[in-house]
């Protein structure tokens, strides 16, 4: 039997859009990348790149576990001395919901040169509404 492996010109790529809604922040970021990666394709290759595009709406409504709201801190270093800035998810969830979710995603992705055109599949929103209707996303059942 033959191997067959999968590379550029033969993924069909599809759109599925999620609701962020009451879940969980780790676990729904794993199922993202695992989306973004293609890893629920039945022809998954590691090294290519055959993933979807992802749609993730409600990200302000994002839930985490225990105390994480305040305690969980993001660390930001300006390149000068004394440059370190710290916020946490409660920061973030008032002015930048979007980058909870992508920090978290980007973090369970493979540390490689697709990770950034895996990043650029992911569309994340604050509210509700996104722009993508055009492209008929398909809601991604977990």
């Given at each position: 039997?033959?191997?067959?492996?999968?590379?550029?010109e033969?993924?069909?790529?599809?759109w599925?859009?999620?609701?962020?809604?009451?879940?969980?922040?780790?676990?729904?970021?794993?199922?993202?990348?695992n989306?973004?990666?293609?890893?629920?394709?039945p022809?998954?290759?590691?090294?290519?790149?055959?993933?979807?595009?992802?749609?993730?709406?409600?990200?302000?409504?994002?839930?985490?576990?225990?105390?994480?709201?305040?305690?969980?801190q993001?660390?930001?270093?300006?390149?000068?001395?004394?440059?370190?800035?710290?916020?946490?998810?409660?920061?973030?969830?008032?002015?930048?919901p979007?980058?909870?979710?992508?920090h978290?995603?980007?973090?369970?992705?493979?540390?490689?040169?697709l990770?950034?055109?895996?990043?650029?599949r992911?569309?994340?929103?604050?509210?509700?509404?996104h722009?993508?209707?055009?492209?008929?996303?398909?809601?991604?059942?977990?």
């Amino acid at each position: 039997m033959k191997t067959t492996l999968a590379n550029k010109e033969s993924v069909t790529r599809e759109w599925f859009v999620v609701d962020a809604a009451d879940q969980v922040l780790g676990r729904l970021a794993v199922r993202i990348a695992n989306v973004l990666r293609g890893r629920h394709k039945p022809v998954y290759t590691p090294h290519a790149d055959n993933g979807d595009f992802v749609i993730v709406i409600n990200a302000d409504k994002i839930r985490v576990t225990g105390k994480k709201e305040e305690d969980k801190q993001y660390m930001f270093y300006s390149g000068w001395q004394s440059g370190v800035r710290y916020r946490n998810v409660a920061d973030f969830r008032a002015s930048r919901p979007e980058f909870i979710i992508q920090h978290a995603v980007k973090g369970m992705l493979p540390k490689n040169k697709l990770t950034a055109k895996m990043m650029k599949r992911l569309k994340v929103y604050a509210g509700a509404e996104h722009e993508h209707t055009a492209q008929e996303p398909k809601p991604f059942s977990f």
